[in-house]
């Protein structure tokens, strides 16, 4: 079956003409999975291109499957051993060991020093700017128990982050040449460069294996097969192994051609299959709208075995992990978490920021892109769940996530800077994606897709740092923004406003002695009515620091509406009042009423009512009360 | 049947004693939902938010809960002391009620509610011990229920929504319908405390051993499907009604009212009936 599908397949990785990318590391990889002792062993020559302007005096590599060497690892010491809602398992340890590396035609083995999940090698000739060294190395990973990403569960292995991968060499300023390669730590992921990867993958036989790219072939080998694969313009490749897949094949058609989308998914698993294909079409046209089609011919889906969850919810290049959740079709976790992932083709795959300096740069715009990919799918409101009456967005959703750690660092800290795990999920995820959404309520989804866009095609495939996206998004946008980029990335100012209050007052005549012409007094009375009854006033107040123009709509009590507009107090001064003379008295007042400032910290104190009302209460302790009834007839009458 | 028929005649004919009785579980009903009331009064009947909220935008639920547990403790505060305190009432209650309703071969047109407090004050310490003795009774469902959970596992566990909404029905109904076994032998128990010099703790034991026979089946049947019958359809029509109309909240105060007399019934019925079957 195999073989038909490989007769099948794409020939080509790409469905458009490349190169796409500068294509400074490009692998050759020949590797052999042994299930019973969960090994990996392998060979890979590395053709490394020095597009820098300074020489490369070392060659740093990652070595990722050290942190699940032992509890001294960087990982370990900061995850305890968990990471998400997985937990390490006892005597599951992984590890990677280079025996052998050759240099540009020099065996370099000796000068290879290991330093946890970092590797470097000292040249005995650095390599000039401009030129191009061949690497080849020798290696053996003992893949870990699954429970962060990579590892193997029964008979399914999730080959991750396994071979040993160059760092980036960056001689952009202000730091000069250096390796952008950091230990692995709790909160971080990876960041490598950009080529081709030629694989070839022996497994037994009984396994089914998917791959970043395409299959270009399959030999067989004695008990064991080779398939060869091919990826192109991608910085990293992984396999998954499994007997139990069973492959459903979908196109996926737009103007460039053929996608093809194959999920491997495990049986018992079905229900949701339909779900995962049809959440990853949506997000192909709604992603190929915004930023361009999707370049590569194949999406490989890989639906996660029972208790493998720890390698779910995992995106690599052209290859995505998902998780199977039984929740009803009104709960879109699914399609949440395969959009989330495919999210990550553009923001990760193609846009290679660094995962580990910049982690909101590829979460946070992965988490915007799951944002629109659910609205394109199930509208806004109801992006997140629809179910019984209930429904969540996931703007909303995000918020809730942000609003409990807004205070504790900003969006530009480093993934392994951040003060906890939460507040690094909270901020890169959750913050990123309420401040892009917020910015759309501001300037218009047009100009928002716009800028994004301009961003996308400037910097693809290529690795952008902050002052790059903010000075394109500026750019294309043709405004400064630095008055909202700066609180918003860079600080941890709170953008929070309220109504703060709402008065209606009987207009009268100001009651005392007043002089009237000719030199005659007149008494007017305290309880004299004017033709105008109401002098009415709406105070906003911000109670944050985080300084944005807000809109306030404001309801008087024939059904009439207001809307006013407040810069949000740029003159230092944090309120703003506004009255109204009428016949009518103001009924109530909400800032943000479009609900397009999700930065805001807390929706309740964006209105205000002058009178209380207690039909909302009145219907939430009724529905108490039902269930409280019920209760006590169950234990008595 | 006989004996549930018998009951139901019987309990049709007290027709102040069933509203007395679901008095009472809307009057301590109304006693758990002021706190919780009360912290919400502050909490939202100033804001148009609130308005949002019920409508069903459960972004304002989450961060109105986050952001004041109190008002979640204040609600299950209320709640547990009412359960308990009608717990309690209800075993003292029982005792009358079988006294007057059930062990008699003949009860009159019109009891009175006088001969009901007197048979309760009467054998209250009994039921009282009964009632704590039979706390070991509701171990069963949470047993049972376990216990199929477990053995379930291995056919529905990891696989789709639908199959895991099954395994949590059929457990769930089992928890019912041993939780519903459990109340009728308890009033087994409680029948033959009554009429029989026998210790409490003996009674039990005869109780349980009374409920491994006809018509306690019958019985447990007709207190389930009542109680959930009647559950349904309130909480059916109860959320379909609209969210903020005054009329709503009348028609739902009214839905309420009627279920509580109907669950009443219905427990009043399962209660008769199994004194009246200790006689047979």
Partial sequence: ?637 | MGALSVAWARVKSRPRLIVGLALINLLLTFAATRPFSAALANLIDGRPGASAMVRGNDGLLAELLSDHPEAISAAMGGAQAVLVLWGLLAWILAGGILSTLALPAVVPARGSLRDLVAESAQHAWRMIKLGALGLTARLVPLLLGGAVWFSLKPIFAHRGFSQLATWSFLTALVFALSWAWATVALDYARALALTEPIKVHRAFGRGIKRSLRAPTVMIVLFSLVGFAAITLVQASIAHALPAEPAWAAIVAFLLRVGAALGRTAVATTTLVAAGIATRA
């Fill in chain 1, 1 to 637: 079956m195999h073989a038909l599908g490989l007769f099948l397949a794409a020939a080509t990785a790409l469905r458009v003409p490349g190169p796409l990318s500068p294509r400074v590391a490009n692998y050759a990889i020949q590797a052999k999975l042994t299930p019973d002792s969960h090994t990996v062993e392998g060979h890979e020559k590395i053709t490394w291109r020095n597009l820098q302007n300074g020489p490369a005096k070392t060659l740093v590599f990652h070595l990722y499957m050290n942190a699940f060497k032992n509890e001294g690892s960087t990982f370990y010491k900061e995850s305890h051993g968990r990471l998400r809602s997985t937990t390490a398992e006892k005597h599951g340890w992984g590890s990677i060991d280079v025996s052998k590396i050759v240099v540009g035609g020099e065996d370099l083995t000796k000068a290879w020093k290991v330093d946890d999940t970092l590797a470097s090698v000292e040249l005995v000739k650095p390599i000039p700017p401009g030129a191009e060294v061949v690497i080849e190395v020798d290696w053996k990973t003992v893949l870990p128990k699954v429970f962060a990403r990579a590892g193997y569960h029964d008979d399914f292995f999730a080959i991750g982050q396994w071979f040993p991968k160059l760092g980036v060499w960056d001689c952009s300023p202000p730091q000069g040449c250096r390796w952008r390669a950091h230990q692995h730590h709790a909160n971080s992921e990876f960041f490598s460069d950009y080529g081709t990867y030629d694989v070839d993958f022996t497994a037994p036989k009984k396994f089914w294996v998917g791959g970043s790219g395409v299959v270009t072939g399959e030999d067989q080998k004695g008990d064991d097969k080779v398939m060869h694969f091919r990826a192109e313009d991608v910085h990293d490749f992984a396999v998954m192994a499994c007997p139990k897949f069973k492959p459903v094949d979908e196109p996926y058609k737009d103007a460039l051609g053929e996608v093809k989308i194959e999920l491997l998914g495990i049986p018992g698993h079905e229900a949701n299959w339909p779900r995962h294909i049809a959440a990853a079409k949506a997000g192909l046209e709604e992603f190929g709208r915004r930023f361009g089609p999707y370049p590569y011919s194949q999406l490989t889906i890989i639906d996660i075995p029972d208790g493998a969850e720890g390698a779910g919810g995992m995106e690599y290049p052209t290859l995505i992990t998902t998780f199977d959740a039984p929740v009803p079709r009104g709960i879109h976790l699914p399609e949440l978490v395969t959009i989330h992932e495919l999210g990550h083709q553009y923001f990760y795959g193609m846009v290679g920021s660094d995962e580990v300096e910049e982690a909101w740069m590829d979460e946070g715009f992965t988490e915007t892109l799951t944002d629109w990919g659910l609205q394109h799918q199930f509208g806004r409101e109801r992006s997140d769940w629809d179910f019984l009456g209930h429904h969540m967005s996931h703007p909303e959703l995000e918020r809730l996530s942000y609003r409990r750690a807004a205070t504790w660092d900003p969006p530009e800290t480093r993934a392994f800077d951040f003060m906890s795990n939460s507040s690094y999920g909270a901020i890169t995820y959750a913050k990123t994606n309420v401040i892009l959404r917020t910015l759309e309520g501001l300037i218009g989804p047009d100009a928002m897709e716009a800028a994004m866009r301009a961003y996308f095609l400037r910097w693809r495939f290529h690795h952008p740092r902050i002052d790059d996206f903010v000075a394109s998004f500026d750019q294309a946008y043709g405004k400064d923004l630095t008055w909202f980029w700066q609180p918003a990335l860079r600080s941890t100012e709170v953008l929070d406003y309220e109504v703060l209050s709402v008065q209606n007052r009987e207009k009268r005549p100001l009651a005392g002695l007043w002089d009237a012409d000719g030199g005659a007094r007149k008494e007017v009375e305290p309880d004299e009515k004017s033709g105008k009854p109401w002098s009415s006033e709406v105070v906003v107040h911000r109670r944050g620091g985080f300084i944005f123009p807000v809109t306030l709509k404001v309801v008087f009590d024939d059904g009439s509406e207001k809307r006013e507009t407040w810069d949000g107090g740029k003159d230092g001064v944090t309120w703003k009042k506004f009255t109204y003379d009428g016949d009518h008295k103001v009924s109530w007042a909400q800032v943000d009423p479009d609900e397009k400032v999700p930065l805001d910290v807390n929706r309740w104190n964006d209105g205000l009512r002058a009178e209380p009302d207690d039909a909302p209460r009145t219907r939430v302790t009724g529905t108490f009360a039902s269930l409280v009834s019920a209760l006590l007839s169950w234990v008595a009458f």
